[in-house]
């Protein structure tokens, strides 16, 4: 069964830096089979994909999020991160890591909990 | 990037009803359509992929049909649990999109 689970700090300043890790448990993320993905959820609203990396290195990004975001892999750790660049109040959102199977269904099939991050002064 | 537009945005229903709710893409997705369910303060959870392949352990009463650029999931008797947001999302091109949701309330 794979697990994910996000952390990182809360509450960031505008214009600096998000970054946030997830733990992968049940699957070694350099064995293939998923798309490890970033998802973001604005207060009250919608679902909003960030990018994801595959365990190659091969990634891709949301055009809106493209020069700000890097996301990268620690097989060692069995970890993806997330690096947000000069965020803003728009950065507010509660932030997923999600595995996108790739054998052919091409859906979130699993999702961390989810973790709250405020920019705020 | 492929719009994904759902309808309605809400719905209120009584346990038992059969509910329907249409996702239609901005362009042909190939039936590249998976659809979520999410309770408040919870992550989303994958019940359909592939337009109407029903993931593991989901309940029967979900089905997913369509084609081209216009899709539904189907709720066949709303049973207590199923009060929840409801997000397709379509897995044809990157960047990958979603639907804006539809919420099930009870009526």
């Known amino acids: 069964q794979v697990q994910l689970r996000e952390s990182g700090p809360g509450l960031v300043k505008p214009s600096e830096t998000l970054s946030l890790n997830c733990i992968v448990s049940g699957f070694p993320i350099s064995s293939g089979g998923f798309h490890w993905s970033w998802i973001r959820q604005h207060p009250g609203k919608g679902l909003e994909w960030i990018g994801y990396i595959y365990y190659n290195g091969r990634s891709d990004y949301s055009p809106s999020l493209k020069s700000r975001v890097t996301i990268s892999l620690d097989t060692s750790k069995n970890e993806i991160s997330l690096i947000l660049n000069s965020v803003t109040a728009a950065d507010t959102a509660v932030y997923y890591c999600a595995a996108e199977g790739v054998s052919g269904d091409y859906s979130f099939d699993y999702w961390g909990q989810g973790t709250l991050v405020t920019v705020s002064s | ?107």
């Not at chain 2, 945005?9 to 979520?36: F, H, K, M, N, P």
């Not at chain 2, 309770?39 to 592939?50: E, S, T």
């Not at chain 2, 352990?57 to 709720?75: K, Q």
């Open chain 2, 1 to 107: 990037d492929i719009q994904m537009t759902q309808s309605p945005s809400s719905v209120s229903a009584s346990v038992g009803d059969r509910v329907t709710i249409t996702c239609r893409a901005s362009q042909g997705i190939s039936g590249w359509l998976a659809w979520y369910q999410q309770r408040p303060g919870k992550a989303p959870k994958i019940l359909i992929y592939a337009t109407s392949s029903l993931r593991g352990g989901v309940p029967s009463r979900f089905s997913g049909s369509g084609s081209g650029t216009d899709f539904s999931l189907t709720i066949s008797s709303l049973q207590p649990e199923d009060f929840a947001t409801y997000f397709c999302q379509q897995s044809f091109t990157f960047p990958r999109t979603f639907g804006q949701g539809t919420k099930v309330e009870i009526k």
